[in-house]
């Protein structure tokens, strides 16, 4: 794709990861952080694949003057997602429309950061149609252990939809959440979307997709009670 955009004059984005800072040593992380990465890990596959891409994106930008922009994305959510994609979002929000418990994996106390994807949109054309090249952290800032993203979820669900232990993963972050100072300063961009408030639009379209109108329409006239 690199050298595609070198032989027509393209603008490249890759959107990035947040995952390019491992299991980071500096809380919150900004864009200077060059990461605490297990090379040879279970999850090294994705982060190093990224940070090799945003190495050969910036190869390319400074010995072939091609443009880049560069998006550190952070967790995001929002409909439409897969069902059974494997997030903790779409996980949590399938489980408890299914009346399964919400599995949490660890002691869930590890922090994840959530964005609704319509502020991930924004940020992404901003990068796009501006003159930075990034890398860009794009991301809420607001912290939730996966304890109180559960307890969200069953908040906008089922209050008594069930939440299950089961150990952890290896080399699973302890905390995320992104220092965006820099896209708020080069971009004007920050989120303006809640979990609260992004979160039932997305249970609206899990539930629509799962049981279709009959079981959408119950759940309207549950919340007008």
Not at 38 to 46: A, L, Q, T
Not at 76 to 95: E, H, I, K, W
Not at 180 to 205: H, T
């Amino acid at each position: 794709m690199l050298g595609l955009a070198k032989r027509v004059g393209a603008r490249f984005l890759l959107t990035s990861t947040s995952e390019v800072y491992g299991d980071p040593l500096q809380h919150p992380q900004a864009e200077t952080y060059w990461g605490n990465v297990n090379p040879i890990g279970v999850r090294s596959c994705y982060d190093e694949g990224k940070r090799v891409a945003e190495t050969l994106a910036m190869d390319y930008h400074r010995g072939a003057g091609i443009e880049v922009r560069i998006a550190r994305i952070f967790n995001t959510y929002g409909p439409r997602m897969c069902l059974d994609d494997g997030r903790v979002v779409s996980n949590f929000v399938a489980q408890a429309l299914r009346k399964d418990p919400l599995t949490v994996y660890g002691d869930g106390k590890q922090t994840r950061s959530f964005q609704y994807v319509s502020d991930l949109v924004e940020g992404l054309m901003r990068l796009m149609e501006g003159e930075h090249v990034g890398p860009f952290n794009l991301g809420n800032p607001g912290e939730f252990t996966m304890l109180e993203l559960a307890q969200v979820v069953q908040e906008t669900i089922d209050p008594n939809a069930k939440i299950e232990f089961r150990p952890n993963t290896e080399d699973d972050p302890h905390k995320r959440k992104p220092d965006i100072s820099k896209a708020k300063e080069l971009l004007g961009w920050q989120p303006s979307v809640s979990l609260r408030q992004g979160l039932p639009l997305m249970v609206n379209d899990f539930r629509l997709r799962l049981f279709g109108d009959s079981k959408l329409n119950e759940a309207k006239g549950a919340s007008a009670e």
